[in-house]
Every structure is written in structure tokens, then in C-alpha cells.
Nanobody
Framework: VQLQASGGGLVQSGDSLTLSCAAS????????MGWFREAPGAQREFVAG????????KYADSVEGRSTISRDNTMNTLSLQMNDVKPEDTAVYFC???????????????????????WGRGTLVTVSS
């Protein structure tokens, strides 16, 4: 599956932001999907994940309560809505797919970036204070 993230840009602290990820290929609905981010000088970190069916969700503590991950398996799209963004949310955001069959059979999400086998090009989010 090929992925393309979009929706980044310059926003102000407290604003809301929606990132989108368009997927191509027939296997999107079989894959667990995730959003990750990489801040300057930092390692890539998990932000949010969703199981192949969309019924199971997981968020990093840093975005829990102010973010929503969702997917549309008919449109092959993944979204991340972030509310009340903070300067520490500044990073390049990546969407990724874990298409190992065990994810589909267990309908589970995954927060480990090393397990993801498909990555899109990132989109930069800059939050000004």
C-alpha cells in the first residue's frame, strides 16, 4: 500500500488541525494504520493507531483526549484530528501501515514503528505560541 499524508502547515497554539492520509492499493482494509511524528532532534514517536476494522484505537498520552484517529476503508483514507494544538506538537507527521496478516486476524492496532512496513512522506506541522 502506498501512502500520502497531507494537511500540515503553520497553526497557532490552541487551534485545531486535521491531517489526512490517502492510501492506494487493495490491502488498506487489511492493515493496522498509525500516525507517528518526528520533532527536530528527536526520535520518531507513536501518536495514534487504529485496527484494520477501525474499531480499536490507541493514543499516545501526549495527545490523548484532544485527538481523534479515524479511517474510511471504503475510501482508503486515514485521518487525525488534533484539537488544542501545542508548540510541542510541532513535528513532521507520518502515516504508516502495518499490513502483517496477524493485524488483520487479531484486528489489533500497533504502536511500534519498527513493525510498520509502509510509510508515507511526512507532512510538517508547526505550532506557534
Amino acid at each position: 500500500v502506498q501512502l500520502q499524508a497531507s494537511g500540515g502547515g503553520l497553526v497557532q497554539s490552541g487551534d485545531s488541525l486535521t491531517l489526512s492520509c490517502a492510501a492506494s492499493g487493495r490491502t488498506f482494509s487489511l492493515c493496522a494504520m498509525g500516525w507517528f511524528r518526528e520533532a527536530p532532534g528527536a526520535q520518531r514517536e507513536f501518536v495514534a493507531g487504529v485496527s484494520p476494522s477501525g474499531s480499536k484505537l490507541k493514543y499516545a498520552d501526549s495527545v490523548e483526549g484532544r485527538s481523534t484517529i479515524s479511517r474510511d476503508n471504503t475510501m482508503n483514507t486515514l485521518s487525525l484530528q488534533m484539537n488544542d494544538v501545542k508548540p510541542e506538537d510541532t513535528a513532521v507527521y507520518f502515516c504508516a501501515a502495518d499490513c502483517h496478516l496477524e493485524r488483520y486476524y487479531s484486528d489489533s492496532y500497533n504502536s511500534n514503528p519498527t513493525d510498520y512496513d509502509n510509510w508515507g512522506r511526512g507532512t510538517l506541522v508547526t505550532v506557534s505560541s
